[in-house]
């Protein structure tokens, strides 16, 4: 069983910034990538960023604000978000490929808001 779990959402204010994690435990070795999507109340669900194979992608609509690391264990991934703006609220999801499978985590809730 592998289980992936989102921390670090929470309420900031416009122009701030927050770092989500995500880690994944059990049996997770290899994992070939590792995303951030997000999804808005009445959206679908949207791409922010994501990294494979040393190289990293992040969304139009983050570019130069998000950045998306690992640890050197590889099994956290981080998503730094900075100069936050009120439209990036949303529900935060981290996904990652693990032996050809695709896991989704539960979710974490950004609120921009001042």
């Known amino acids: 069983q592998v289980h992936l779990v989102e921390s670090g959402g929470g309420l900031v204010q416009p122009g701030g910034s927050l770092r989500l994690s995500c880690v994944a435990s059990?049996?997770?070795?290899?994992?070939?990538?590792m995303s951030w999507y997000r999804q808005a109340p009445g959206k679908e669900r949207e791409f922010v960023a994501g990294?494979?194979?040393?190289?990293?992608k992040v969304g139009d609509s983050v570019r130069g604000r998000f950045t998306i690391s690992r640890d050197k264990a590889g099994k956290t991934s981080y998503l730094q978000m900075d100069s936050l703006k009120t439209e990036d609220a949303a529900i935060y999801y981290c996904r990652m490929s693990i032996r050809g499978h695709e896991l989704w985590g539960q979710g974490t809730q950004v609120i921009v808001s001042s």
């Open positions: 990294s494979a194979g040393g190289a990293t």
């Open positions: 059990g049996n997770i070795y290899p994992i070939s990538s």
